[in-house]
């Protein structure tokens, strides 16, 4: 087998850049681990920014975005059980969409199928090799079988635990890491969103967010101890925690019931540079990863395969390096402060367990800052709605 370019992993980065590609006429080929099922069944991020909206109108999938998103102009944030409104649309023009990373990934997997494009799932023992080479190729097995595919490039976009970023030599990369001393558990819950905007908690038992999917589905997430048990977490434990985190308007009218999903993620933030090296690219979790506070992963995936494709289009038409030698640059640049922001969003909403009383006073007077300051509010609105490409 032979292709242009190989992309490694079908989450949304992979598949949006395979469509792309595809539109413009160079041929990939997606070599997923997981089946279809299992990746279009993941619940994850819910929040898209404009330039994310942006790239999958190019893609062509926007169309059940646009009828089943909601725009949000507003986030809501917390502290000590009182609410106020941070107003993105007033400070910035731009809004936010709420529409589910499970429905992005759906709606890519069923238009890239829709154009015979080509994606292998269930593909094991995925390895790029010679990358440093004019003949790279990728191994992997299907059905048992060895199979080879002999490329130009290849595209790391198989996420934090993917193999990709493992071949680049230790003497090449360099990676900065952050992790911190909690995790989220989220539930899922077929019930309507208590508020129609995303509240973000700061509480003195710890951080809590509201968010949704639609009229009638509502996500939710506390701040735990790291290694927290699931099973400690029943259902009504989950609400009573959530309910003293929320400001006191929400928590009294919050309707709460039966979760459909229930899950721990562990945060840290982590960044691996440079974020290519000779014909192998990394995109989106591959390369970087923020905690969730930001709501940036998803769309720093997106923006990096902005910067991906512009150069690999630049590539295949005129035959030079240059747009490919660019590539991590310019993609770091964008990523540094999402990874900036999300850390800051982190601190300055979560309980740390060694937080001294000179940090709470920090904490407290950063947030009645954002509650009093236009300007304050306006750094991170510009951040939470996007910064550009
Ligand atoms: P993904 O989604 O991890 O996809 C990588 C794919 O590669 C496959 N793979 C392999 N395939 C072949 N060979 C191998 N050796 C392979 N190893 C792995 C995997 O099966 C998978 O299909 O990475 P990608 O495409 O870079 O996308 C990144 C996003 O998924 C991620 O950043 C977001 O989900 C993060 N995130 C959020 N981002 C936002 O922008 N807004 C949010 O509101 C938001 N909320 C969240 C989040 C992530 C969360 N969790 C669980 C991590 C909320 C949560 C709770
Ligand atoms: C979500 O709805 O899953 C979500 C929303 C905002 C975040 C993180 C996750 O910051």
New binding site residues.
């Given amino acids: 087998m032979r292709t242009n370019v190989v992309i490694?992993?079908?989450?949304?980065?992979?598949?949006l850049l395979s469509r792309l590609l595809s539109i413009d006429g160079i041929d990939n080929i997606v070599?997923?681990?997981?089946s279809e099922e299992?990746?279009t069944g993941?619940?994850?991020?819910?929040?898209?920014e404009n330039g994310?909206i942006q790239m999958l109108k190019k893609a062509g999938v926007s169309d059940r975005l646009e009828k089943e998103g909601f725009d949000h102009d507003c986030i809501q944030l917390s502290f000590k059980n009182h609410g106020f409104r941070i107003n993105l649309k007033e400070l910035t023009n731009k809004h936010v969409t709420v529409y589910g990373?499970t429905e992005v990934t759906k709606d890519l997997y069923n238009i890239i199928k829709k154009e015979n494009g080509n994606i292998i799932n269930n593909?094991e023992d995925?390895l790029p090799q010679a990358v440093d080479t004019d003949a790279p190729f990728v191994t992997?097995k299907k059905d048992g079988v060895e199979k080879k595919i002999k490329c130009d490039l290849v595209a790391g976009?198989?996420?934090?635990?993917?193999?990709?970023r493992t071949v680049i030599p230790k003497s090449i990369i360099k990676s900065f890491e952050r992790k911190y001393p909690f995790g989220?558990l989220?539930i899922l819950s077929e019930t309507p969103p208590v508020s129609e905007e995303l509240i973000y908690a700061n509480h003195g038992n710890g951080f809590a967010l509201a968010?949704m999917r639609n009229e009638n589905l509502s996500r939710y997430?506390i701040q735990t101890p790291l290694n927290e048990k699931i099973e400690a977490w029943t259902d009504q434990k989950f609400w009573d925690e959530l309910k003293k985190r929320l400001p006191t308007e929400a928590a009294e009218t919050i309707i709460t019931g039966r979760s459909i999903e229930k899950?721990i993620?562990p945060l840290r933030s982590f960044v691996c540079e440079p974020m290519s090296w000779e014909k192998l690219f990394l995109?989106?979790?591959?390369a970087h990863?923020?905690p969730?506070t930001g709501?940036?992963?998803?769309?720093?995936?997106v923006s990096d395969v902005y910067y991906l494709h512009n150069a690999l289009k630049k590539y295949y038409q005129s035959h030079t390096n240059e747009s490919l030698k660019k590539y991590s640059y310019n993609a770091l640049s964008r990523v540094w402060k999402a990874i900036r922001f999300s850390w800051w969003m982190t601190t300055t909403f979560h309980k740390f367990p060694e937080q001294s009383s000179f940090d709470q006073r920090i904490q407290d007077s950063e947030i009645e800052y954002l509650e009093n300051s236009v300007a304050s509010q306006k750094v991170l609105a510009e951040n939470y709605v996007g910064l550009p490409y």
Avoid: M
């Fill in positions: 490694i992993g079908g989450g949304p980065s992979g598949l070599l997923e681990k997981q299992h990746v993941r619940i994850r991020a819910g929040v898209l994310t990373q593909a995925v992997f976009c198989d996420g934090f635990h993917g193999i990709s989220w989220g968010s997430y899950s993620a995109v989106g979790d591959a990863i923020v969730p709501a940036k992963g998803l769309n720093l995936a």
